[in-house]
């Protein structure tokens, strides 16, 4: 039978059905449309929430790449590595800078299958050529992702892509809020690969993050930089702090207190070949001088030990700080000093003798300036690998928070001056102090050994 006598038949058997027959065939047929209407948005509701799962589950592994480690370095490779085994790709990669002008560009961060390794290294130079310019170029004017090779329709993969063995790449830019762009890239290598439009919002979606993470990333490197920088100036400053120090109390030693002793032996030199036959004003007069002299003679010399006091130079960190005791108790006799001295100067590591004995004086006349103490501890000990000063006071006290953040006296800027010198030396410094309890300044560095000799962890 042919079609045009199949139709025909049909249309004769319609025919002979009732009015009532083809109504309820038409209403049969409405409820069946009906039915697949529905089924069909159940599939594409059902679509839509697979993809959001999808969504979810990749953002999950993404977030715990980023938790799961405080090496920023790791972070950001661990990142490459889910970001490979979401999309099943062989290569993932981040490039810097994402700029078609550059003269260079590096591979920092990389993930890569075994049988697909990167010839680049992470820290090697990629030479400037016209076709990665044009890929950061694209991706840079592009808002979504650019898909590469023989099956995406915007170009060929690169030559120096082609020598990674990728066939086909998807990149996007990525604008971090520190520094220039960079460029976010995945290479499938095994075989050529069509990127469909969900990889691509995926890719897209989960850019974003990265950005966010790669941003966290070179705050905080920036950060560590700008923190060795500034240690390595406050160690230069206290360090020419120091030689300067040491220039003007051999400068009062050798000139000034040189010349005044001068003086002194003048007068009273002239003292004694005047004698008894001099007149009485006379030899008030010179004596009077002579006994400035000798006053100015002292102070220089208290000047010079304040400093850079030559036993610091001459005996260690223990006697000079005996001395420094000795002449804060001639100073301040009001205030009773008591001594917790329990190591000798070999337990002093060279390198902080000097820091040793300048964070001891900076405490010891901070607290006789501001803290009304009646007495003051000092204490000098050695316990394991750890090396601790603490200065304790039954002063007035204060709020240690407020005064380092707002240090508006001499107070703030003297702790904060002595965090800084703590912090350059590898020590750790911590005030404990309470407005009405007094003040314990404790400093303590790492040794890297114990009195025996044993290599501390």
């Not at 003040?439 to 025996?452: A, E, G, H, S």
Request: net charge neutral.
């Amino acid at each position: 039978m042919t079609l045009k006598e199949a139709i025909h038949h049909t249309m004769k058997k319609d025919e002979r059905k009732t009015k009532s027959e083809l109504l309820y065939e038409l209403r049969f047929q409405r409820l069946e449309n009906q039915r697949l209407e529905e089924r069909l948005d159940r599939d594409i509701d059902d679509f839509a929430d697979q993809r959001q799962l999808k969504y979810l589950e990749n953002t999950a592994l993404i977030d715990k790449a980023i938790r799961q480690t405080t090496d920023l370095d790791e972070m950001m490779n661990d990142l490459m590595g889910v970001l490979r085994a979401i999309f099943g790709c062989d290569q993932t990669w981040l490039l810097h800078p994402c700029d078609p002008k550059a003269l260079n560009w590096r591979l920092p961060f990389r993930a890569v299958s075994p049988k697909h390794p990167i010839p680049f290294g992470p820290n090697d130079d990629l030479p400037a050529t016209p076709d990665l310019a044009e890929n950061c170029r694209l991706a840079l004017e592009t808002e979504g992702p650019v898909p590469l090779g023989v099956n995406n329709t915007i170009k060929d993969i690169p030559k120096e892509a082609q020598e990674a063995a990728a066939k086909s790449a998807l990149l996007i830019a990525l604008h971090p809020k520190v520094g220039r762009p960079w460029l976010l890239g995945l290479h499938q290598c095994a075989d050529e690969r069509k990127w469909t439009d969900e990889e691509k919002r995926m890719f897209q979606d989960i850019s974003s993050r990265i950005t966010d993470a790669l941003s966290t990333t070179l705050f905080y490197q920036n950060l560590e930089l700008n923190q060795d920088r500034l240690k390595h100036l406050s160690s230069q400053l206290f360090h020419a702090q120091e030689e300067e120090r040491k220039r003007v109390a051999q400068e009062i030693h050798d000139e000034l207190g040189q010349s005044v002793i001068a003086i002194k032996m003048g007068v009273e030199n002239a003292l004694f070949i005047m004698g008894d036959e001099a007149p009485e004003s006379i030899r008030k007069s010179l004596q009077s001088a002579s006994n400035l002299a000798k006053e100015m003679v002292e102070k220089m010399r208290r000047m010079q030990t304040s400093l850079y006091p030559p036993t610091l130079r001459d005996f260690g960190a223990i006697t000079a700080i005996n001395g420094l005791l000795n002449n804060f108790t001639n100073i301040y006799s009001s205030i009773v000093v008591k001594r917790g001295i329990h190591i000798v100067e070999d337990d002093i590591p060279d390198t902080l003798r000097v820091n040793v004995f300048r964070l001891a004086q900076e405490a010891l006349y901070n607290a006789a300036k501001h803290s009304q103490a009646d007495s003051i501890t000092v204490v000098l000990d050695r316990l394991g690998c750890n090396l601790f000063l603490e200065v304790i006071d039954d002063g007035i006290g204060f709020n240690p928070a407020k005064t380092i953040r707002y240090p508006d006296k001499r107070l703030g800027l003297g702790l904060t001056s002595m965090h800084e010198r703590a912090e350059m030396s590898d020590g750790f410094m911590k005030i404990e102090s309470r407005p009405g309890r007094g003040t314990t300044i404790r400093v303590v560095w790492k040794l890297p050994t114990d009195r025996n000799g044993k290599k501390c962890k």
